[in-house]
T-cell receptor, first 112, second 113 residues
């Protein structure tokens, strides 16, 4: 999947627990982003980064934190998980050629 | 935020039939992208469009960037069972400088062999 590695692929949490979804890329792309996908809602942007040390909010940022210490990694943190955060999460990088996004395989999160 | 209306929401067709789906926006987009998602996988880019009026093909797939810059169309000719999946349109209203790609809600395609 275009050099984007997401871990874990599946995770079950209890309400209030914290966790970090990992995203790593090996293509030295500056742009990385996190989307969530819910049935009937399409893909919605959570946070994105245009380079190390630079992050910004997307459409649905509440309840999520991000940081970008290195070009390779862009972790997504849930500090206190809620059932509404049950979703499939995709990390995506932006190609050098233009606007295309390339996605990882996804992380399926269930919050009980 | 930007809104993309994708239609139809779902399609059930016979193998060999042609398929058409489209996306419309209330505002102008500078880039239109079409993705396909198989079950349990991430979306995969099919076609990217960058200029109004542009018509681009990828095998049996053809996509067009509407002349008004507010819509895009994807056609699949002679469908086969492996075309099954969810198709998403996506648009970038700023030509890449904004980095906030907006997605439609998807078209679920089922192909009956």
């Amino acid at each position: 999947n275009a050099g984007v590695t997401q871990t874990p692929k599946f995770q079950v949490l209890k309400t209030g627990q914290s966790m970090t979804l990992q995203c790593a890329q090996d293509m030295n792309h500056e742009y990385m982003s996190w989307y969530r996908q819910d049935p009937g809602m399409g893909l919605r942007l959570i946070h994105y980064s245009v380079g190390a040390g630079i992050t910004d909010q997307g459409e649905v940022p509440n309840g999520y934190n991000v940081s970008r210490s290195t070009t390779e990694d862009f972790p997504l943190r849930l500090l206190s998980a809620a059932p509404s955060q049950t979703s499939v999460y995709f990390c995506a990088i932006r190609g050098q050629g233009g606007g295309e996004l390339f996605f990882g395989e996804g992380s399926r999160l269930t919050v009980l | 935020g930007q809104q993309l209306n994708q239609s139809p929401q779902s399609m059930f067709i016979q193998e060999g039939e042609d398929v058409s789906m489209n996306c419309t926006s209330s505002s102008i987009f500078n880039t239109w992208l079409w993705y396909k998602q198989d079950p349990g996988e991430g979306p995969v880019l099919l076609i990217a469009l960058y200029k109004a009026g542009e018509l681009t093909s990828n095998g049996r797939l053809t996509a067009q960037f509407g002349i008004t810059r507010k819509d895009s169309f994807l056609n699949i000719s002679a469908s086969i069972p492996s075309d099954v999946g969810i198709y998403f349109c996506a648009g970038d209203p700023s030509g890449g400088s904004n980095y906030k790609l907006t997605f439609g809600k998807g078209t679920l395609l089922t192909v009956n062999p």
